[in-house]
Structure formats: structure tokens, C-alpha cells
């Protein structure tokens, strides 16, 4: 029964192990020591600084992203849904000035200021879409937005990165613990036949559950590169082999999950910059009333309106731009096609060293991988001393 009985110990030990990388994603137990958060959950701000610094520095150029935004196909995709607001402005704009004026304008006349304005309007649009491009690198902190998706409330998401990305090494990590526990138990088997010593089943209980921890995770990430071994077959880390595959499934991961068209235009509209943006399209808007209403300001400046002009401009530009900033989730589907951030973080993940593509996924374990050897270590020494006590 040896060999079954360590081969049931190795599955426990790492079935156990990845439980507790896992989860419980909050803390239970006695804070801050009597008790057991999962390592990624507990070191998922960490982590997230990690993924952030591989995501920005060698997969991600946000200006590079924004460029692909194309301003005209923008402006066709955006000003149907402002065409109401335009409507409703021009006649507050009227109504502010003389509220008798609009009702006197002609219907064909409105209709061509109407027109005019919409035509302005989508100079305006472009015209804000090339500012923001010239300047996302102080107005779209890529850094922050990735932070606080992957940490603080939002754990859970840091553990279901990993658990996707390395679906396929964890389940390796927990069936090869029965293959090596059962392989060390014939050992064991062997040993005892010729040496009965029942005191040293404990100490042959903990080099079987370190050793299935410790092979399980060398085998996921060593070697980095394919290498012969007897001279008959060739081996490359798990990870490592699926290089592509997990490139895929990352970027896939991240641009549904994090960088999304929705959480982008949320950090630009309301993030640290909001004003900034705001600012940029109010001066737009300005500019944009001024040339139409170019060859008005003389009768304005003669009739003693001019003060009340400049002050209903200024109204109409912030409650244009509260209203581009209301409208502008009108771009997401847009923003989602044009940014391709999938495949060009997919692309250059592929095509990272092994060495730094390594890291993306050993940085779950690295820190506590002795931990989670040497808890497979205390279960092994645990059945040892069952086994002993059985014996006996």
C-alpha cells in the first residue's frame, strides 16, 4: 500500500498547495497572523504592479494605441448621437440672447444654421480626438486604471487571471503529484522490505511531499528552452512550451477585462485628467461659436449685447462639453475595433524572451514557492507519522 498511500499524499499536497495560492481571496482567521489569505489574493496589489510594469513597458505603447484611432470615422460614429443636443443648444444659445429671436428666424434658415453648426461640430470632434492624441500620456494613466482593476475589491480578478492563464500548469501541478508520489513510494517500498526501521516513515513522508511540490513547479518553468535529455527526448518547461497559446489568452484576458473600451473612456472621462479633457473641449466648443457667429458680433456690439453674448457662449461650451462627456460612451464599440489592443499586447507577448515571459506566471508562486514545498513537506511527515503509528 506505500506506493498508493504516498501517491494519495502527493495528489493532496498539491491539490492543497494551489488552494491555498488561490484562496480564501479575504483573510480568515485571527489578523494579522492566526489565519490564511491565498498568496495571489494577498499580494495581489504586488502582483498587479508586476503585471502593470510588463503590460506598459514591453507590451503596451498607449500613444502608439490612441494613434489608431482614426478622428474621422470617429466624428461619423459620435455626431449622430449629439444631433438632439446641437438642436436644443442652438436654441438655448438664441433663447439667452433674446428669447422672441428664434421663433423670427425662418424655418429654412434654422434648418442651414442648424447644419452649419452640426458641420462645426464635427470639426470640433476630430479636432479634440488629435488633442487627446498628442497629449494621452498626461491625460490616460494606463498605470492607475490596470492598479485599481487588479487590486483593493478587485482580487477576485487578479486570481482569475492566473487560474485562466495557467489552467492547463495547475492541473499538471495536481495530478503529477500522485505520478511522483507514487514513484518515491516504490522507493520507500523497496526501502522498508529491506530496512523496516518504522521511525523513518515520518522522514520519508516529508522528502515525498517536498520533493512532488518541488518537481511539480521545475517542470512548469525549467528549462526555458528545449532541451535533450539521455539523448532521447526533449523537454522544455510547460509554460515556457506554450508560450503563444498563453499570449493569446492573456491579451484576451486583459482587453475584456481591464483595458476595456468602457474602463478607458471611464479613466479619461472621470480619472485624474477629467478637467483637463473637459477644458479641451469647452475651448473647442468656444472657438467653434465664434467662427459662426463671426459676422454677428458687430449688430451684437451695437446692440449692446456683446456681455450677454460672451456669457451665454461660455454657458453653451461647458454644457457642450458635460454633454460630450455624457454621449461619448457612444464610442465604445468604435474605440474597441480601432485600439486592437488584443493583438498587439497578444504579439509582443509572443515574441517576449522566455526569461521575462516566465515571469508573468511564476511571479504567483515565486516569493512563497518555498512555502508551498515545504507545506507538501509537513502533510508528507503528517501520513509518515499515521503510517507509523498504523504499523505499529
Not at 535533450?228 to 492573456?250: A, D, H, N, P
Request: aromatic share 12%.
Amino acid at each position: 500500500m506505500i506506493p498508493f498511500t504516498y501517491g494519495f499524499v502527493g495528489w493532496v499536497t498539491n491539490w492543497l498547495a494551489l488552494k491555498m495560492t488561490f484562496y480564501p481571496i479575504q483573510f480568515v482567521g485571527i489578523p494579522p497572523y492566526l489565519g490564511w489569505q491565498g498568496i495571489i489574493p494577498r499580494k495581489a496589489h504586488k502582483m498587479a504592479s508586476k503585471s502593470v510594469d510588463v503590460i506598459t513597458e514591453r507590451l503596451l505603447n498607449i500613444k502608439e494605441v490612441f494613434l489608431k484611432v482614426d478622428p474621422k470615422k470617429a466624428e461619423l460614429v459620435f455626431l449622430p448621437a449629439l444631433e438632439s443636443s446641437i438642436r436644443y443648444t442652438m436654441k438655448e444659445f438664441s433663447d439667452s440672447m433674446d428669447p422672441k429671436l428664434w421663433d423670427m428666424i425662418p424655418e429654412v434658415v434654422r434648418e442651414e444654421i442648424y447644419h452649419k453648426v452640426r458641420r462645426e461640430s464635427g470639426i470640433t470632434i476630430r479636432k479634440v480626438i488629435r488633442k487627446l492624441q498628442k497629449d494621452i500620456d498626461s491625460l490616460f494613466d494606463v498605470k492607475a486604471l490596470v492598479l485599481k482593476k487588479l487590486s483593493g475589491k478587485n482580487v477576485g480578478l487578479v486570481v482569475e487571471l492566473f487560474k485562466e492563464v495557467g489552467a492547463p500548469e495547475f492541473r499538471f501541478i495536481e495530478r503529477s503529484g500522485f505520478y511522483f508520489g507514487f514513484l518515491l513510494g516504490l522507493v520507500q517500498m523497496i526501502f522498508m522490505i529491506y530496512f523496516p526501521l518504522v521511525w523513518t516513515l515520518p522522514i520519508q513522508g516529508v522528502i515525498v511531499g517536498y520533493l512532488t511540490n518541488y518537481l511539480a513547479l521545475e517542470m512548469i518553468f525549467r528549462p526555458l528552452l528545449p532541451k535533450k535529455f539521455l539523448g532521447i527526448f526533449t523537454y522544455q518547461g510547460l509554460f515556457l512550451k506554450r508560450q503563444s497559446e498563453v499570449s493569446r489568452l492573456y491579451a484576451k484576458l486583459v482587453s475584456e477585462k481591464i483595458l476595456t473600451p468602457k474602463n478607458i473612456l471611464s479613466e479619461l472621462i472621470f480619472g485624474k485628467a477629467s478637467v483637463d479633457i473637459i477644458n479641451i473641449i469647452r475651448k473647442e466648443v468656444i472657438s467653434h461659436v465664434d467662427s459662426i457667429t463671426f459676422l454677428a458680433k458687430p449688430a451684437l456690439f451695437a446692440a449692446g449685447k456683446i456681455d450677454e453674448f460672451e456669457a451665454a457662449k461660455e454657458r453653451i461650451a461647458v454644457a457642450m462639453a458635460d454633454n460630450a462627456i455624457e454621449k461619448s460612451f457612444h464610442l465604445e464599440e468604435y474605440l474597441g475595433e480601432a485600439l486592437e489592443i488584443e493583438k498587439m499586447m497578444g504579439d509582443r507577448m509572443s515574441a517576449l524572451p522566455p526569461k521575462e515571459f516566465e515571469s508573468i506566471l511564476r511571479s504567483a508562486f515565486q516569493e512563497d514557492e518555498l512555502l508551498l514545498i515545504l507545506v507538501g513537506a509537513a502533510l508528507g511527515a503528517m501520513v509518515g507519522w499515521f503510517q507509523m503509528v498504523f504499523i505499529v
